[in-house]
């Protein structure tokens, strides 16, 4: 269901619908995120935009459409995963007929060792299954078997997020937040660790390094080591872009970055922004109330209501737009 | 705030290990030269039996601990898994052919090495399908839905070993000679040296594991909030398989031990070996690694002391009052909560 690609776009949501029950949270919403840019998602409360969110995120399985990124279908209903299975066991289970047959015809030696390889077959078959790696999607999707993307894949993808309410992991460093932010593109595994193998201790100082800058680059050096809980507001915020950052995304999506900011806080945060975009070319995703942010910084700005797009276009657009003026105010504001 | 406040946080942090050094050096004096009273010169001997027991103990109590701070389950089959690995490590034994002690220190070091390692191994595995089959499907269940099925597995896990390998006592090949090795004042029996050494390097390599690995990382952080982790880009489902892979293996080891040790096992053994390993772990703050060993040590201790004045029977008594004690005047046991948070 991939369809063709349109160039230039990081992200490419296609009548993406979500019901709660009875509720429709978010309504046939078409939206696209152009490369390099920075795009708002905004609405009054309870307009859906925290749900577009996290369907985008992978968090929620979207009610209908789909949602691509660089072109590739990441997230839409799942089809036919109870086909999966066949592609674990065809293999062990042509080995195992072999075998059987090779026992029958009174070979036993190579009907055990058949019977050997059966059950090495199926190892190999369900590790891939569990972690799921791309080569292994791309080619389940070209027989029909579509299964979303869940959200830790949407990070490897290159998508990164920082919460509306801050979600640190509060007894860790700053350092190890950040390296956490990493996990998905550090390689070491159980047997790495234990064995003590020289790759496992350069790729930990390689991202030890690599976080120290990215801590550097949203000013907060010196703090490396203090407990994330014990950061004062506007720095755990600055600190979530800093984690999200260090699992080099293409697409950062930003729920309400300055909530809860003083003025001053608020300037420093909208500046970080725009450097993000610009230092580091990643495209951008906002959601925001504060209407001097989202007016500041955005390239294009969005507009939901009861769960549907109402308006789209530059900020001075939308900001004139009718419609978004009714949704804001009601409609006595408008026709006045 | 400035960056000043950094290396103050540091400060805060090391003086609570040095509190944790000195107050474990103290606990160790004193439950010495109580046992030296009771037992009238036979205070080492005891001692060092108390840290053997205890080293098991703990080895079990890190499994209890780790899967409590990961998904906040009460993994009941835990104790089970340790009697199941003291099975595998006697069918491995009795299997290759040994039934004495061996003496050839290299075959002995090659033959303890493949038992913990295969030992290790099974159970990890056992504890990731249990996870995967008994566990997973009630992830977003309420509490108590799993720990039912905890306990279902703990039965079967009982049942399948008392039908398919033995109803009865088994004995356990001995293969580690019984000499004592006399270390300048100190002797000390070969077996206890090894299972002490072998536990604490176990441990510690848990420690920096956790505290000093992408893995380790992925756990804590899905220890403290599994969402956000997720959505940080850590698989939850590896990680979590990994957190019962390695606290069973643990439970394995524990369970060569135990035939090394005591020679025999039983099918009713997990029972209550893994009652004490939970209290171990509850004592010591449940979810906190270098708690449960702590923990271990000290339910190790607890019973050591009350055989030696003569309150063996009573020794399970002396443990849950204990527990029940440490759970009234600082119920998040002795050393607070949290996967790898330092104390």
Not at chain 1, 123 to 149: D, E, N
Not at chain 2, 50 to 66: E, K, V
Not at chain 2, 156 to 171: A, D, E, F, K, P
Request: charged share 15%.
């Amino acid at each position: 269901m991939s369809g063709e690609q349109r160039p230039g776009l990081v992200l490419d949501a296609r009548g993406v619908t979500k019901r709660f029950g009875g509720l429709v949270a978010v309504r046939a919403v078409d939206f696209t995120i152009p490369s390099g840019s920075i795009v708002s998602l905004i609405g009054p409360n309870g307009a859906g935009k925290t749900t577009f969110f996290n369907v985008i995120a992978g968090v929620y399985e979207p009610s209908n459409g789909e949602i691509l990124f660089n072109g590739e279908t990441v997230i839409a209903r799942p089809r036919r995963t109870w086909a999966e299975p066949i592609y674990w066991f065809v293999i062990p289970t042509i080995l195992l007929i072999l075998a059987v047959a090779a026992l029958l015809a009174g070979i036993g030696i190579i009907g055990h060792l058949l019977f050997l390889a059966t059950l090495l077959a199926i190892i190999p078959a369900l590790i891939v299954a569990l972690t799921r790696p791309r080569w292994y999607v791309r080619m389940i999707g070209r027989a029909g078997i579509f299964r979303s993307s869940r959200p830790n894949e949407m990070v490897s993808l290159g998508i990164g997020r920082t919460f509306q309410n801050i979600r640190l992991f509060g007894n860790m460093s700053v350092l190890e937040n950040v390296m956490v932010g990493m996990h998905s593109r550090m390689h070491a595994n159980l047997l790495d660790a234990a064995l003590r193998l020289g790759r496992h201790r350069r790729e930990e100082e390689a991202a030890v390094r690599d976080a120290r800058k990215w801590i550097k680059y949203v000013g907060m050096a010196g703090y490396e080591n203090e407990a994330a809980r014990n950061l004062p507001y506007g720095y755990q915020r600055r600190l979530e872009i800093a984690r999200a950052l260090a699992s080099e995304p293409k697409l950062m999506l930003l729920d309400e970055p300055t909530a809860g900011m003083n003025p001053v806080e608020t300037r420093e945060m909208t500046e970080l922004i725009a450097r993000v975009r610009k230092d580091l070319g990643i495209t951008i995703l906002l959601i925001e109330h504060d209407m001097g942010v989202v007016m500041g910084v955005s390239d294009r700005v969005t507009v939901l209501d009861h769960g549907e797009k109402i308006a789209e276009g530059s900020p001075d657009e939308v900001r004139a737009n009718p419609r978004v003026i009714e949704a804001y105010l009601g409609r006595g504001a408008a026709s006045a | 705030m400035t960056p000043a406040t950094a290396p103050l946080g540091r400060a805060r942090l090391s003086a609570g290990r040095w509190n944790l050094a000195l107050g474990t050096i103290a606990a160790l004096v004193a439950a010495y030269v109580i046992m030296d009273l009771g037992a009238g010169g036979e205070g080492q001997a005891q001692f060092i039996n108390a840290l053997t027991i205890g080293a098991i103990y703990a080895l079990i109590a890190l499994g209890y601990t780790m899967v409590y701070g990961i998904i906040e389950l009460i993994n009941f089959a835990h104790g089970d898994v340790f009697m199941v690995g003291s099975f595998v490590s006697w069918w491995l034994l009795t299997t290759i052919g040994f039934s004495g002690a061996i003496t050839d220190p290299l075959l002995l070091g090659v033959i303890l090495a493949v038992g913990f390692v295969f030992s290790m191994g099974v159970m990890g595995v056992v504890g990731m399908i249990i996870e995967r089959f008994a566990y997973r499907p009630l992830r977003n269940a309420p509490r108590l839905a799993p720990l039912i099925t905890a306990i279902g597995v703990s039965f079967i896990l009982q049942n399948v070993i008392q039908v398919g390998v033995s109803n009865s006592i088994v004995t356990t090949p001995q293969i580690i000679p019984n000499t004592t090795l006399n270390i300048g004042p100190v002797s000390i029996r070969a077996i206890n040296l090894f299972i002490i050494v072998l536990a604490v390097v176990l441990m510690a390599a848990l420690q920096l594991f956790i505290g000093r690995t992408r893995l380790g990382r992925a756990m804590r952080s899905t220890a403290i909030d599994r969402d956000a982790a997720q959505l940080m880009g850590v698989d939850i489902n590896t990680t979590i398989a990994l957190t019962f892979f390695i606290g069973s293996g643990l439970a394995g080891a524990a369970g060569v031990v135990q035939g090394l040790y005591f020679g025999v096992t039983v099918f009713t053994l997990g029972f209550y070996a893994g009652l004490f390993a939970f209290t171990a772990a509850v004592l010591g703050g449940i979810g906190n690694t270098t708690g449960a060993a702590l923990g271990g040590f000290v339910i190790g201790f607890i019973q050591v002391i009350a055989a030696v004045y003569g309150y063996g029977v009573w020794s399970e008594v002396v443990v849950f009052t204990a527990l029940v004690l440490v759970l009234v005047f600082r119920p998040t046991g002795i050393l607070g909560q949290q996967l790898g948070e330092r104390a």
